[in-house]
């Protein structure tokens, strides 16, 4: 049974995690959470005391954390894991971060003369949860083919979209367009709505005709509407407004770097940032930019 090392349980990492045993591999898995790290042990992972431990004797390490300097601060330095970290080992590190974060991290490990590739993912927690994500890979070839078997008992589809940091691009790419779909889906949902609409009608009609799109497909974002998504419980468990500002902050800065015209992707930022002037509303389902177009209770 081979080794897997896993880092960062949180909604997405922990049901990863959990597939990959289901897949038959033996995990160890660690998060500075104790709940995470407690759910991790009941769905099959061992459990470890540290990142260092838990890579001990691993072939793969798969880590799926909230930002760059995390991913940075896990691998590189004197006290990084690529220190430790036999040769062989394949990094596969799922997190959304920088391009040039993921680069970074690829070329230390092959100074080291350890495989290492960046593979965000997208679906979101039900998709994390059925294992049907889809990867999005950046690095050399070889190393994106013998991370495929850990991959496939995570997701449903690997795509190698280029050299390292080609992963990252493409992630941040479609979340700028996610955004830019879940507001207008939102929006449209509202007008509707305001105008005595049913919204569940509403969407039937919709995803029928030439406004069908994903997060109106499989991502609803009127309460009430679609069962398993976050707006069914009030916003919780999924993709927060906080990460999603990040991932636009990320597609501003890659769109600055190259030059490249994305006015509805700065404009997705914008609301956004309105909508997450409030913690409470930075820790929502970032679906739950709906509330901004709905009325106060009694005016509906």
């Known amino acids: 049974m081979e080794k897997i ?15 990959l045993v289901e897949a038959g591999f033996a995990v160890s898995a660690f998060d500075p959470s104790e ?3 407690a759910q991790a042990a009941e769905n099959g992972c061992e459990r470890a005391d540290s990142a260092r431990q838990a890579v001990q004797g691993a072939r793969a390490v798969v880590s799926m954390l ?57 679906g979101g927690t039900a998709a994390a949860a059925a294992g049907s994500l889809s990867f999005m890979c950046g690095g050399a070839a070889d190393a994106v083919e ?26 941040i790419c479609n979340n700028m367009l996610l955004a830019v779909h879940m507001i207008g889906t939102a929006e449209a949902l509202q007008l509707g709505v305001d105008n005595g609409l049913d919204p569940k009608v509403l969407s039937d009609i919709m995803k029928a005709s030439s406004g069908g799109n994903w997060s109106l497909e499989k991502y609803n974002p009127y309460p009430g509407v679609m069962d398993g998504v976050p707006a069914s419980r009030d916003y919780s468990g999924g993709f927060t407004v906080a990460l999603m500002l990040k991932d636009l902050g990320l597609a501003m800065d890659t769109a600055a770097g190259s030059a490249s015209s994305t006015p509805l992707g700065a404009l997705a930022k914008n609301l956004y940032q309105l909508h997450g002037g409030c913690e409470k509303n930075r820790q929502r389902d ?14 509906e």
């Open 146 to 171: 013998s991370a495929r078997p850990v991959l496939a008992a995570m997701g449903a589809n690997t795509f190698h979209a280029g050299p390292a940091g080609a992963g990252q691009v493409a992630k």
């Open 286 to 299: 970032f679906s739950s930019i709906q509330n901004m177009f709905r009325r106060p209770a009694g005016e």
């Open 66 to 122: 909230p930002h760059g300097d995390a991913v940075k601060g896990l691998y590189l330095g004197a006290r990084g894991l690529l220190q430790v970290l036999e040769p062989e080992t394949l990094v596969i590190d799922c997190s959304t971060i920088a391009a040039n974060d993921a680069r970074q991290l690829i070329a230390a490990a092959g100074e080291r003369g350890i495989r290492a590739i960046d593979a965000p993912v997208s």
């Open 5 to 19: 090392a896993f880092l960062g349980l949180g909604n997405m990492g922990g049901p990863m995690a959990a597939n």
């Open 35 to 37: 709940p995470a790290l």
